[in-house]
């Protein structure tokens, strides 16, 4: 009996695995207006911008490099929720929109998670080796990401 149940909870495990390959989310990337990026406002060295297109621009720009495993569900819609995710909290995509003092704290931001390497996430870099910050990198990013915030100039409330 028991036997019969666990053949029956895998027919319907598997069909259901099948039948969710056909839900998939949208990952068409939204549109890149150049002049609202992070590099239309802001100077951003060439060794910061390598690695941040290494280590950030997947989940916090509109240029998302979809990988192989996002084309199976269910895990393309965990994918999905976290790259909608990441650009909610920060998207590099849309920078020059951002109000002053938001820029500032996101730029805190920015240091603040690289040093309680919360960023780039664990989940992202177990597949993406080579997005894993060295101690160097996270100080060169978090020393441009600090002399940033200090040009920025907040307008009195």
Request: hydrophobic letters at 40%; a neutral charge; charged letters at 25%.
């Given at each position: ?6 053949k029956i909870a ?108 919360e960023m780039p ?20 990013l978090c020393d ?14």
């Amino acid at each position: 009996m028991l036997k019969k149940i666990l053949k029956i909870a895998a027919i319907v495990i598997v069909a259901a695995l099948i039948v969710v390959q056909f839900i998939r989310p949208d990952f068409t990337n939204p549109p890149v207006n150049e002049a609202e990026t992070l590099e239309a406002s802001v100077q951003v060295p060439e060794n910061i911008k390598a690695i941040m297109n290494r280590s950030c621009s997947d989940c916090h720009t509109n240029t998302t490099v979809y990988p192989w495993y996002s084309q199976i569900s269910p895990v393309s819609w965990w994918l999905k929720n976290h790259i909608d995710e990441g650009r909610r909290e920060l998207n590099f995509s849309v920078w020059a929109t951002y109000q002053p003092k938001r820029k500032a704290k996101k730029l805190e931001e920015v240091c603040e998670q690289i040093n309680e390497k919360e960023m780039p996430l664990p989940s992202y870099t177990w597949a993406h080796r080579d997005a894993i910050l060295s101690a160097e990198e996270s100080k060169v990013l978090c020393d441009w990401a600090t002399a940033e915030k200090a040009k920025i100039e907040i307008p009195p409330a």
